[in-house]
């Protein structure tokens, strides 16, 4: 009994997992203690299988279909924590689970239940390293199946919605469970893989991984040609019935080609492999029951296509692509199979990336899963993780994994191996015969979808949801939706989401939608609602071509939209409003006409007034009774607690914006103009050794707050106990998604201040409202805070002088704020992007920026007063040898044509020249070329003092690169005013050439006038040629740059001041 005793505490003790790198990581499990005892592990005392791939004893036996009494007690105490349930619900739940189960062997799943079982149990999941998003798991629920027809069709949506044009997303389709007496398996290893064909004893062609499948799928009739890429059909059973086979759609399977730039020979091998990795040859272990047809899909790391193509049981191609690079073969010792790998594996990336195609490298995925184990310890008090498995198989020691030790232990939810569903089959008569043909019908799904009244009737009948979505490029929209989710938490269940991590398939679904979004540069959406948009087009469109008029839809899910931007732009929240128009065309319905709020007035109360109308009619409409709708957060809301430690700025910037972060050293700054400019603009060159860019991207650059301004900011802070600005901290009761860290990272104050927060927006009327009940001050500044927090006229006026957060705690100085409503209320610190303006080809370790510098004035009391923009200012000040944190932003849309002869017209004015820098640069490295196309500069600028990049155009102009350069003066003395577009109609013959005989691309960059102007010069040309070839018009002169926009001809980047 003792020894017992003593096991037993042994057991239960925390494991020390040190990290021979960082010896400041220091971590305690005490998660395991919550792992289940098994018997079946693959690691004894005297034998390790840890590194095959399906050990015996880690292939789950089929159970019978008893379900676990003790796993579904276990599954709904995680449940019901999770989701924090009432003791009264959870009674309830339980108590109808143990009902079914005792009268008939099964229970039920919710899709809720069931959802949070799929995502927990990638979160258990000990080998995998990407487990990180494991919370935005879409979960599609396949037990309502019929057929195998049915499951196609499910298995189609979901790599539909995975593959999501490259931009892909984790997705998992579940099956019915074993203990609902249907037996469903997908036969394949994976959605997407391609066939081995055995042509001949021990010679095959394609992946020798799939000979066994392939034979199996030409037993049951398929009859492909014989090809190194062939995609294997899906192999489908529903019960005891014989499987079923089914070709994906072409359309379905997206498919890179992998090239290397460096190496012609390579591109002659003829690579390709397919975007989407979807496993699905695993059971889901959950709640006591297994459902053992299960399909989950996430995207790659690069490694895992280096070995697909180099293992020899796979492809075995190393030594080929190794000739490719011209390398000797035959002496080991040059590490040939180690530079072939390498090479490879930047073709991988290199190669998804121009594709536009989402993958990872075995950095970037060991540094997240660093992230994510020191998440878990924080969250769980420690990670599952099989060092063998999660240690990419590159690079090795020079990976933070490979130091950190972990700990591998079993949790359920789980997902298991399970035996090939071939190897036990009962095969019934003959199953040989004719190739299938192509099933794929989206008919049914598109029914599904339809949004008809009945359906949504019933649907509403059942559950109250609510789906905000948002779109923004500075933060405030997303600070909208928060506030939003917050007032309809008091009667609704709330879901907010990005618009690009919305499935528009989803929208004939909701009950009650609502769309937060600002409008970026010419009308357009902001980055994170382009995909949606584009989506939700072909939705529209999908859906309507069936229906004589969608808007005849009687009782669709309702909706409304609350549209962000300025007045000061012609093109007045114009996203919004055509978000507003499609969800009408689908036949959704409005619950109240748009709502446009104008920055130059008060958006904060035409946002109260909205919200507190969409509420009250969205209880009205749903028959419930309409709780106050509180703008203002509460007390509560602003309780910080002490921190252990601190997340490093990186990461916790990394955790807040989603993107991987890189580090660039400034090596120099330069002044582009003249001592007597009246402007000034500058050259900063920076040192990189990760970032992967091509002319025309952009980098976004993270700004830095002052520390003066941080410490005035953190002098007005009331801290609990012992706190103060150097004391890591988080907050208390954050909004959390299912234990993921909260919006702010745990930071001192100063950090967060400096690294993550606007201290220099202008606060909001609502902010002002709700400082009132927790903060500290005068009586007399009380009385006046409380008139601008209640008087719009007088918060109108106040807010004109465009006062910061320091401006307001130096006017209210006896003002003291709890240090949570900084971390709560103040919007996330936004990246700066500027274009690049360097070629990478010229500079392989470097990135150039050409920055103008901001410079404006505000009201003031006593006049105007001067303020620069954030960013531009810290570079034009900065000093070499200085880091700062960067990521690049693709710009697909603005890139030089694929055809070198193409020629080329580039107009920018101010700093709008610096991707034209970037495009000459390019060139250059290319004049060795014959038949290189024209490139033809116009350049817009104040005056001679402020010209930028003279030298090097002239250089350029001298060498043949760039054809001819034009300049327009627009406040030179002595000169004419002139703009880019005077120059472009003075040139008329010359563009009418470039466009309509030679096919020229048109690039424009700079502010949304300019570009305006240049749009209208450009169609004015057009129009009056007498040779437009194939153009034609019919409602008005922007049809010509339509036409060329639809050509991929016109290029357009246009910048907004985000100061």
């Known amino acids: 009994m003792a020894t017992e005793l003593k096991a037993e505490k042994i057991a239960r003790e925390p494991v020390l997992l040190t990290n021979v790198q960082d010896s400041n990581l220091v971590l305690f499990d005490t998660l395991h203690h919550k792992g289940h005892q098994v018997d079946d592990t693959c690691c004894q005392t005297s034998l390790c299988q840890g590194s095959i791939m399906q050990p015996k004893a880690m292939i789950r036996p089929q159970p019978g279909i008893s379900v676990n009494m003790e796993e579904v007690e276990d599954f709904y105490k995680q449940y019901f924590t999770a989701k924090n349930v009432n003791e009264e619900d959870q009674a309830k739940r339980i108590a109808e689970v143990e009902a079914s189960i005792k009268s008939s062997n099964k229970y039920d799943m919710t899709a809720d239940e069931l959802e949070f079982g799929s995502r927990t149990a990638w979160r258990n999941a000990p080998r995998c390293i990407g487990r990180i998003q494991w919370s935005k798991l879409k979960f599609f629920d396949g037990r309502d199946v019929k057929s195998t027809k049915d499951m196609f069709d499910k298995i189609c949506e979901q790599i539909e919605y995975g593959t999501n044009n490259g931009n892909i997303r984790s997705a998992i389709v579940v099956f019915p469970s074993r203990q609902s007496g249907v037996e469903c398996r997908i036969w394949n290893g994976e959605y997407i893989s391609y066939a081995g064909f055995e042509v001949s004893p021990g010679v095959v062609v394609g992946d020798p991984n799939h000979v066994e499948f392939t034979k199996i799928c030409i037993r049951l009739g398929w009859n492909p040609p014989v090809s190194r890429f062939q995609v294997l059909p899906l192999v489908l059973q529903y019960g005891d019935n014989n499987p079923d086979l089914y070709e994906i759609p072409e359309s379905l399977v997206l498919e890179v080609q992998i090239s290397h730039s460096k190496y012609p020979k390579f591109d002659q091998l003829g690579l390709k492999w397919f975007a989407v990795p979807a496993v699905c040859n695993m059971s889901l272990d959950c709640g006591g029951q297994i459902y053992p047809a299960t399909g989950f899909n996430g995207w790659y790391m690069s490694t895992e296509i280096v070995r697909d193509f180099c293992d020899p049981a796979r492809y075995d191609l190393l030594k080929k692509i190794a000739t490719s690079m011209d390398m000797d073969t035959t002496k080991p010792a040059i590490f040939w199979k180690e530079f072939a790998a390498t090479e490879l594996n930047v073709a991988v990336v290199t190669s998804f990336q121009k594709s536009n195609v989402t993958i990872t490298d075995h950095h970037t995925a060991s540094e997240t899963f660093m992230h994510h184990i020191e998440n878990e310890q924080m969250l769980r008090g420690g990670c599952p993780a099989d060092w063998v498995w999660v240690v990419p198989p590159l690079s090795g020691s020079l990976l933070p994994v490979f130091h950190q030790e972990m700990l591998n232990y079993k949790l359920k939810p789980s997902y298991e191996y399970q035996t090939k569903a071939w190897v036990r089959f009962m095969w019934k008569g003959s199953v040989q015969g004719k190739a299938r043909p192509k099933m794929l019908s989206f008919r049914s799904i598109n029914r599904a979808m339809m949004l008809c009244g009945g359906i949504m009737k019933a649907a509403l009948s059942k559950r109250r949801y609510c789906t905000i979505l948002y779109a923004t490029e500075t933060g405030i929209s997303e600070g909208y939706a928060n506030k939003l989710q917050r007032i309809f938490g008091q009667a609704f269940h709330v879901e907010v989401l990005s618009m690009d991590m919305y499935d528009v398939s989803r929208l004939g679904g909701e009950e009650l939608l609502f769309i937060v979004t600002s409008t970026f540069g010419n009308g357009e959406a902001p980055e994170n609602g382009k995909s949606f948009e584009k989506n939700l087009i072909k939705f529209v469109e999908k859906i309507t071509s069936g229906s004589k008029d969608s808007n005849e839809t009687e009782n669709g899910p309702l909706f409304s939209v609350f549209g962000l931007g300025s007045s000061a732009y012609p093109n007045f929240c114009a996203f919004a409003k055509r978000v507003d128009d499609l969800l009408k065309k689908l036949g959704m319905e409005r619950l109240s006409d748009i709502q446009t709020a104008d920055e130059k007035k008060n958006q904060d109360l035409a946002f109260r007034e909205w919200s507190t109308k969409v509420y009250t009619k969205a209880c009205s409409s749903f028959g419930m009774q309409a709780k106050s709708a509180a703008n203002g957060a509460s007390v509560q809301d602003f309780k910080v607690s002490s921190a252990t430690e601190s997340v490093s700025v990186i990461k916790g910037l990394q955790h807040i914006h989603k993107k991987l972060i890189s580090t660039c050293e400034v090596l120099s700054v330069e002044s582009l103009v003249s001592a007597d400019a009246n402007c000034s603009t500058v050259l900063v060159k920076f040192q990189h050794d990760q970032l992967l860019y091509s002319p025309g991207d952009h980098l976004a650059i993270f700004p830095t707050n002052s520390k003066d301004k941080v410490e005035k900011l953190c002098q007005s802070c009331i801290f609990e106990d012992e706190m103060n600005m150097d004391t890591p901290v988080s907050l208390i009761d954050a909004p959390e998604n299912e234990g993921v860290m909260s919006r702010i990272p745990p930071a001192t104050m100063f950090t967060a201040l400096t690294n993550y927060l606007d201290i220099e927006c202008t606060p909001r009327q609502c902010d002002l409202e709700a400082l009132l009940p927790v903060c500290k001050c005068d ?280 100061v």
């Open 779 to 1058: 009586e007399d500044q009380r009385q006046k805070l409380t008139q601008l927090s209640t008087d719009s006229n007088a918060y109108n006026a106040w807010a004109e002088l465009k006062p910061s957060w320091v401006d307001f705690v130096t006017e209210f100085s006896s003002v003291r704020i709890p240090a949570g409503f900084y971390l709560t209320e103040l919007p996330v610190l936004q990246p700066r992007y500027y274009s690049i303006s360097n070629s990478p080809s010229m500079y392989p370790d470097q990135v150039h920026l050409t920055v103008g510098v901001l410079e404006y004035q505000v009201k003031s009391e006593n006049g105007e007063r001067q303020k620069f923009g954030l960013c531009s200012k810290l570079l034009e000040t900065i000093v070499p040898g200085t880091k700062i944190y960067a990521f690049v932003r693709r710009f697909p849309d603005f890139q030089l044509p694929s055809a070198i002869k193409s020629d080329i017209i580039m107009v920018g004015a101010g700093s709008g020249l610096a991707p034209f820098r970037s495009f000459w640069q390019e060139r250059t490295k290319l004049a060795s070329e014959s038949g290189a196309g024209e490139l033809h500069l116009f350049q817009g600028c104040r005056t001679k003092s402020s010209l930028l990049h003279a030298e090097e155009i002239n250089g350029a102009v001298n060498s043949k690169v760039i054809t001819s350069s034009v300049t327009a003066f627009s406040r030179e003395k002595d000169m004419p005013k002139a703009y880019v577009q005077d120059r472009l109609l003075e040139c008329r013959e010359l563009i009418e050439e470039l466009l309509l005989r030679k096919k020229a691309h048109f690039y424009v960059c700079g502010d949304i006038k300019m570009a305006i102007g240049v749009s209208k010069a450009v169609s004015s040309i057009l129009a009056g040629s007498t040779r437009n070839g194939d153009m034609t018009a019919s409602d008005g002169e922007l049809d010509y740059v339509e036409i060329m926009k639809q050509e991929g001809r016109y290029h357009e980047d246009i910048f907004a001041v985000l």
